[in-house]
């Protein structure tokens, strides 16, 4: 299994640009989500999908859509990118066990606006 | 006041130390609580979900005090490898909605 992946792991943007951040996770969970982390501060929950089809917002969602088509991927796109956006990505996956979720994190996409 | 609250630190121990951080949250909601790690540039991974009675996986001890609203965590006979940053992570109950303290930096020196 190779997890959660995602790509792709920099990018360099210009004010204005759009963009997808890819995310896939071949675990089979149906709960994936996109979170962005920022110096001193948490990561922050962006959006979210319990299955296919199904999309809510996080905590911090302007800026962004998601898509959820399939289980296995949770693309992630930024409209019109803003230096507010330059931020660490991380998509992550989970499953229920023991009555819990616990999450698997991607590696990260290191954005910068400029 | 932050929903999860942790210690920056750094925290700096010598190798085969004993070391203790703490996370308080704030929401009598929650319901589930993880530590996870993340090292320099890297993505956090679950170190463990901390459970009512609180639960041990090797030199790791967990613990949850409901009353109080915190966790805490154990390391025992550090390691070089130990060194990262620990995120405290509560879940409220009913809700997909996870929250992420800044976590607290370890440091385990030769």
């Known amino acids: 299994n190779a997890g959660v992946t995602q790509t792709p792991k920099f990018q360099v943007l210009k004010t204005g640009q759009s963009m997808t951040l890819q995310c896939a996770q071949d675990?089979?969970?149906?709960?994936m989500s996109w979170y962005r982390q920022d110096p001193g501060m948490g990561l922050r929950l962006i959006h979210y999908?319990?299955?296919?089809?199904?999309?809510d917002q996080g905590e911090v969602p302007n800026g962004y859509n998601v898509s959820r088509s399939t289980t296995e991927d949770f693309p992630l796109r930024l409209l019109s990118a803003a230096p507010s956006q330059t931020s660490v990505y991380f998509c992550?996956?989970?499953?229920?066990?023991?009555?819990?979720?616990?999450?698997?994190f991607g590696p990260g996409t290191r954005l910068t606006v400029t | 006041r932050k929903e999860v609250e942790q210690d920056p630190g750094p925290f700096n121990v010598p190798e085969g130390a004993t070391v203790a951080f703490n996370c308080t949250y704030s929401?009598?909601?929650?319901?589930?609580f993880f530590w996870y790690r993340q090292d320099c540039r890297k993505e956090p991974k679950l170190l463990m979900s901390?459970?009512?009675s609180g639960n041990e996986d090797g030199r790791f001890t967990a613990q949850l005090n409901r009353a109080s609203q915190y966790i805490s965590l154990l390391i025992r006979d550090s390691k070089l490898s130990d060194s990262a940053t620990y995120l405290c992570?509560?879940?409220?109950?009913?809700?997909?909605?996870?929250?992420f303290g800044t976590g607290t930096r370890l440091k385990v020196l030769a």
């Open positions: 999908s319990v299955g296919a089809g199904i999309t």
């Open positions: 992570v509560v879940n409220l109950s009913g809700t997909y909605k996870y929250i």
């Open positions: 929401n009598s909601a929650s319901q589930s």
């Open positions: 901390v459970y009512s």
């Open positions: 992550a996956s989970s499953y229920k066990r023991g009555g819990v979720h616990e999450q698997y």
């Open positions: 675990m089979n969970h149906e709960y």
